[in-house]
């Protein structure tokens, strides 16, 4: 079972300040100098559920010269991520990125990041995600009839090498099965500079464990060397219908200005991210529904009077109810972006409090979802709470998984699809069991994986029916 999760007091209401926006918001007394710093570093999720359990809603913590303010109700959070996203930029965090990845989605802002969002916004339309259905399904077969009865696996790599091929596929277009190791760890040295623990520690930054310069550039060329073959290719067939496509016939007709490495970039950022939360999310879906069987056993009642067998088409989703709440359930409790941090570009006052520019801000969808005011019982695994009118009704940002505002999660349409989608295909199919009594404890880096992985066993459920004709 989980160890290391704090259960933090109720809070009480949310009350803003009386006084001017000059006073500093409440926090912990600094004591020896580092000392809040490395508390955070050890033990991120405690550290922030502690501090919002103790001090409220606003939170000054101590970790240097640069102010840092730790935001945790749903009014700030949309304050900072969508009403006034422009008083707040990625600062630092988004320079180390752009050394490898140029200005993608990840690491661009203002109005550069704006056309890129518009340029790839059809590449996640509706049409497009039908096209892409087919082979995230497809993909997720043959993963599950190469794991038969009995075999034993870690779940958190399986699952990022099944979903890095199907973002292979739909978004550059290619199979990267014969190259899938030595990708997935190229992507994992360069996600490594997007860690979210990087803005309040980056005055540490030659002290972290951060890839090697020379393991950063290698990473980067090998990812060019797929991405500018593909792009090749693409150029040559003009028949591919994937992200990569899109970019390039808007060069083609002029409806963009994007040079070659731009193209690289964007295709690079998309495929670096798209894999990875939906990744993490569904290891966690598998952990959680071996230690639930009541909700597995419901999971599974639905997927068989939905699909009777067959392989699930994207005209099964309106009727996946339950998998989509289970799916739901999980990204609340296991949230794979489970801390987002701001750079202040201006002075701004954000609950009664002023925040100078240069101030870093946090807000985290781990401490947020599992704030009691908004889920009773919160530590619970409940998918029923996300039925449609029941009795939870909470704000719109007490629940974020993907973000929100103009830099939320462009493919969180992909990802709940995708999602649901491998989550009835597989299920179907397969259950997985823990294989001993290991702690699973969450690690918090670039997104919330298992520590050490999570090693399951499979277990045979019934062989699927082949996809009806047509």
């Not at 409940?382 to 449609?388: G, H, I, N």
């Amino acid at each position: 079972m989980m160890d290391s999760i704090c259960h933090p007091k109720e809070q009480t209401p949310l009350q803003a300040p009386s006084s001017s926006a000059t006073r500093r918001p409440p926090g912990p007394p600094r004591g020896i100098p580092g000392r809040h710093l490395f508390a955070f570093r050890r033990d991120p999720l405690c550290y922030l559920q502690q501090m919002a359990s103790t001090y409220g809603d606003i939170v000054h913590l101590p970790f240097g010269r640069r102010p840092v303010f730790f935001f945790n109700h749903p009014d700030f959070i949309r304050e900072i991520l969508v009403t006034r996203h422009r008083s707040f930029g990625k600062g630092q965090w988004s320079q180390l990125g752009r050394l490898v990845l140029g200005d993608g989605l990840l690491t661009s802002e203002g109005a550069l990041h704006a056309r890129g969002r518009r340029l790839l916004k059809a590449a996640f339309d509706r049409a497009y995600l039908a096209g892409y259905a087919q082979s995230m399904v497809n993909e997720a077969a043959r993963w599950a009839e190469q794991w038969p009865h009995g075999s034993e696996m870690d779940m958190a790599q399986e699952m990022a090498r099944l979903t890095l091929l199907i973002a292979g596929n739909a978004f550059l277009g290619v199979d990267l099965r014969s190259d899938l190791d030595a990708i997935q760890q190229a992507l994992e040295d360069l996600l490594s500079l997007f860690d979210p623990l990087l803005p309040p520690l980056i005055e540490l930054a030659p002290w972290l464990s951060l890839p090697s310069p020379r393991r950063l550039h290698q990473a980067q060329a090998q990812l060019n060397a797929v991405v500018e073959r593909t792009v090749q290719s693409h150029r040559q067939n003009s028949a591919c219908k994937d992200l990569l496509s899109l970019l390039i016939a808007g060069q083609a007709k002029g409806e963009c200005t994007l040079d070659e490495d731009a193209v690289c970039s964007h295709a690079l950022t998309i495929l670096l991210a798209g894999h990875e939360t939906m990744a993490s999310a569904l290891t966690w879906t598998w952990w959680l529904l071996s230690q639930h069987p009541r909700v597995e056993a419901r999971l599974q009642a639905e997927l068989d009077a939905v699909l009777d067998g067959y392989l699930p088409g994207p005209d099964a989703l309106p009727y996946l109810r339950y998998t989509r709440m289970v799916l739901a359930e999980a990204l609340r409790l296991y949230p794979p972006i489970w801390l987002i941090a701001r750079e202040a570009v201006e002075d701004v006052v954000i609950g009664g409090y002023g925040v100078p520019a240069g101030a870093t801000v946090l807000v985290s969808q781990w401490v947020m979802h599992r704030d009691p005011r908004y889920y009773p019982v919160p530590d619970a695994f409940q998918p029923v709470r996300w039925k449609s009118g029941g009795p939870d009704v909470r704000p719109q940002y007490a629940y974020f998984p993907f973000g929100g505002g103009p830099r939320a999660c462009i493919g969180a349409p992909f990802a709940w699809t995708e999602g649901v989608l491998l989550l009835a295909t597989i299920a179907q199919r397969r259950r997985f069991r823990m294989m001993s009594d290991q702690a699973v404890v969450p690690d918090p880096r670039v997104t919330l994986r298992p520590r050490g992985g999570l090693a399951m066993r499979v277990e045979e459920r019934a062989r699927g029916r082949r996809p009806r004709e047509g």
